[in-house]
């Protein structure tokens, strides 16, 4: 039997870039199952008694810490937890202080029982760039915008189309991670649409595509797929029969412009991906984009 | 009814650290405080005493006070020190460092065999490769020892860990691992370094077990044998995000107000990484007793300076390499500590670099103009960078500081070279410029990261040599009377413990440090040798040789 898997998302940002906001969006959104969060203690959650379980202690800093701050196993300890409670949660979302370091975070969603899901990192839309001249914490802001997968831009309402245009085309010369408008559905924060689910036609907030391939693929047609990605891909994920690694099925995940490929613990016997693009990108261009894998080499 | 006793201890020489009488040839005790002070003579006449010639040929200190310490300094000798630097654990045996690979190999092979079970990881800390010539110390190294049994060895800097292919194949840790911080070789397999706590977690088992072990109640009586030897009647566990908790209270207490536990600990929590209130710190303060005292803060501010994660103002680290971290936002500083600063509770705050100290100072400042306190004790802790017009503002703000002097010892060499340059380094933890400024200092170990030693501490502060030994900032160096004040009622200051502890003064607490030599009197190069015999705490004798 294998043991289950929980996904772990990252969220990361400054003081006052909306994490807060999205964690409690996220808990009061029914579709996404039951969660287990690891807050901030700084911040204000919306505990909601059974489905979270809440940190007590010295979770964030402890990677940021030295020996004579934080030499514990404070963390290991609350994903051990979280572990053997793997049955009543369907995923962990892991939210980090507002000065620590989303990569660092990340590296625990590689812990046995877990899968890095992606680093999600917000952005105050109408304060970020200013912020990151901030001789204090200018260097922290950056680095993680740098860290993120998706970035995620929050108060775009207080802002004219052409001043958050600006704030993206900084984005882009900061960081090789897809930046999006807030809010986006739950479907393209975690790619929760599964493979089969697929509704038939495109839906308001997001667009799916699902392609299950005959035989199985190589590395070298897997490097040029990933190198053509269209631009409204958000998230890609599924299993793969990779020629290369006949053993076992590869997961498959993509979030933003970062692949990553692991060897199955579920052995799932699928040979298909689905991939989740912004609103408005046409469906035609995200299965084409699929269908690229099942081309011959 | 009967009359209490009061003892009289005869010394060679007792140096109280009370300006109004500085020096005595007796001391008299009755029950757990310092009774009356002066010539043998003196002391005759007070009634009902008795003489007790134990001291008569040692020389008599306040106890010393470390003002930055952790609970956790003695757990780590649960498992086998590699560490480069001699240190002595708690039951006073001497470990001699290990200069080279072949060191650290001979060592572990030793704690191999002392090991029953086969299956038992062995469990190691304190590495320090950084000074070794020659290769890298990896996973290999370790198969030599065993290539069954797993082998799990902090480093001194508790960033990483490097374990052996035992280890790593019960674990699952291999080529396809797929976390960052796993350097692999050429063929693509990991070396057996872990850096970083998610990394090291993948030690599974031995993991838990170095950490799991720590906890145990055994590591409290511990804490105690090391103060012991060190002459220390009085330490911290500077940052404890559990001190409100009744549970971590009743542990504390259990070991700390037993009669035969020598010292007094302060435990301060971390509120900036627990839910701690200032409601819930105030009811905790409540709870101290003569000897665990509780209800007082302790933030962390930014990183350390050797693992280039402390918040430098410019020009920053050399060959600019990036600024540190922030292991609290700056901005949220003032919030956090408001509600504790309106209750007047103490707080403390870890500032290594120069930048992370001017946040603390306009923090300070903020909550001082909105509510002014007329003997707050607000303490910089480490402040190691800091310059002399910082100096003057923390005099101004009626600040403390309190210092890290051992660093010039055991990384003033790797300052120079590698951190800040000879420049800056020079005016590290700079007690001399503090005390010009007015500032009143203490200084400190902050084992475990250095060896819990008061008589260390100062002994780097009045020399300021390196381990390669050069004088690293001559112009900082202090005086023996200065240092030997730093380490007793400086430090009590800090703590708003000086009415009890921190010199000989009737009336205070019965703690003492009980010397072989005259420290006053030793070449000042040689105060660090100075051995000791022993301490009282709170009127009961603890010689070193038997806790
Ligand atoms: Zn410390
Ligand atoms: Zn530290
Ligand atoms: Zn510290």
Known sequence: ?297 | MTVEVTTVYPAAAIYTMDSSKSTASAVAVKGDRFWALGSLDEMRSITNCEIDNTFVDKILLPGFVEAHSHGMASGLWLHTYCGFFDRSDPDGKKWSGCKNISDVIERLRVADNAIQDPNEPLLAWGLDPIYFSGERLVGSHLDLVSLTRPIFVLHASAHLATVNSALMRSEGIDAATPMEGIPKDAEGNPVGELQEPAAMSLAGSAFRSFFGRMKAQDTKWALGRLANKAGVTTLTDLGNPSSTSQTTIDEWQEVVDHRDFPARVFIFDSPAMSQTTATNLLATREKSSEKLRLGAVKVVLDGSIQGFTARLRSPGYLNDRPNGIWVFPPEQLTELLRPFHEDGLLIHVHCNGDEAVDVFLETVETLLSESPKADHRYTIQHCQLTSPEQYERIADLKMCVNLFSNHTWYWGDQHISSTVGPDRAARMNSARTALNAGVPISMHCDAPVTPLGSLHVAWAAINRKTASGSVLGAEERISVEEALQAITLGAAYQLKMDTEIGSITPGKFADLAILEDDPYKVDPNELRDVSIWGTMSGGKIFPAENT
């Not at chain 1, 964690?23 to 996404?32: P, Q």
């Not at chain 1, 053997?84 to 939210?95: A, M, Q």
């Not at chain 1, 882009?172 to 697929?198: C, D, V, W, Y």
């Not at chain 1, 269209?230 to 995940?253: A, D, M, W, Y």
Request: with cysteine.
């Open chain 1, 1 to 297: 039997m294998s043991e289950k898997v929980l996904p772990f998302t990252v969220i990361g940002g400054y003081l006052g870039a909306g994490k807060t906001t999205l964690i409690n969006s996220l808990l009061s959104d029914s579709t996404i199952g039951r969660l287990a969060i690891v807050v901030n203690d700084f911040g204000e959650i919306n505990i909601d008694e059974s489905l979270i379980l809440s940190h007590d202690g010295d979770t964030i800093s402890l990677t940021n810490g030295c020996i004579c701050c934080s030499l514990t196993d404070g963390f290991a300890e609350t994903l051990t937890q979280i572990r053997d409670r793997s049955n009543d949660i369907d995923r962990v979302i892991v939210e980090v202080s507002g000065v620590g370091e989303p990569r660092k975070i990340a590296q625990w969603g590689h812990t046995p029982g877990y899968s890095l899901d992606g680093v999600v990192v917000l952005v105050d839309t109408s304060t970020v760039i200013k912020r990151s001249k901030d001789s204090y914490v200018g260097e922290t802001i950056c680095s993680q915008i740098a860290a993120a997968d998706l970035i995620l831009l929050s108060r775009c309402d207080l802002l004219e189309e052409d001043e958050i245009r600006s704030v993206e085309r900084w984005l882009k010369e900061e960081s090789s991670a897809m930046a999006l408008r807030s809010p986006i559905s739950a479907s393209m924060l975690f790619g929760l649409e599964e493979i089969g689910t697929e509704k038939n036609i495109s839906s308001l907030d997001h667009v799916s595509a699902t392609l299950e391939f005959p035989t199985p693929i190589d590395l070298a047609t897997i490097d040029i797929w990933e190198k053509s990605r269209p631009s409204g891909i958000v998230r890609v994920k599924g299993f793969l029969r990779i020629n290369e690694r006949p053993e076992n099925s590869t997961e498959i995940q993509m979030c933003g412009p970062n692949l990553t490929m692991r060897a199955s613990q579920s052995d799932s016997p699928t040979n298909a991906l689905v991939a989740i693009a912004t609103p408005g990108t046409p469906k035609a261009s995200v299965t084409k984009w699929l269908n690229l894998l099942s081309l011959p080499n």
